[in-house]
């Protein structure tokens, strides 16, 4: 697995105590490969050294440019690498929109951080900003018809 040469790739190594995974995210999708293996333990108390193998010759090495590079205390899921690389690439995540009916009520969830509520009358409008909506956001119905939709900020 090599990055594309001259596309910008998100790669990312995910060890556990099991195995290794490495990922490379870019236009042309998601390629993995894992190794399974015990890994030990390991304290960040000597020098660590990114894009090339310190036991190996030359040949193992890195040839192209790193930035933002970012070591986590944790091992992130593929969903976890795949919003960061989402993010990086300015992809915005999907909008989704919830709505239950409890005890007379309508409760309306929706992903807070990527769009705002609005409500109207009409299914073609004009739609108005529920500014005091804040998800989960629960109504009684008044009205014979009303519909919400989810504005991307």
Known sequence: MY????????????????????????????????????????????????GTDSASAQSRAFTGIMDDVAVYNTALSQNQLQDLYDASAGIQPPVI???????????????????????????TGPWVTNAAAVSPYSVAPTNAVEFYKVRVQ
């Open 3 to 50: 990055p594309p040469s001259g596309q910008w790739s998100f790669v990312s190594l995910v060890v556990t105590p099991t195995t290794a995974t490495i990922y490379m995210m870019n236009t042309n999708g998601v390629q993995s490969a894992t190794h399974t293996y015990n890994h030990a333990f390991q304290s960040f108390g000597s020098p660590v050294v990114i």
């Open 97 to 123: 929109m919830q709505i239950t009916h409890s005890a007379g009520a309508v409760q309306i969830s929706w992903n807070p951080s990527v769009g705002v509520l609005l409500q109207s009358t009409n299914l």
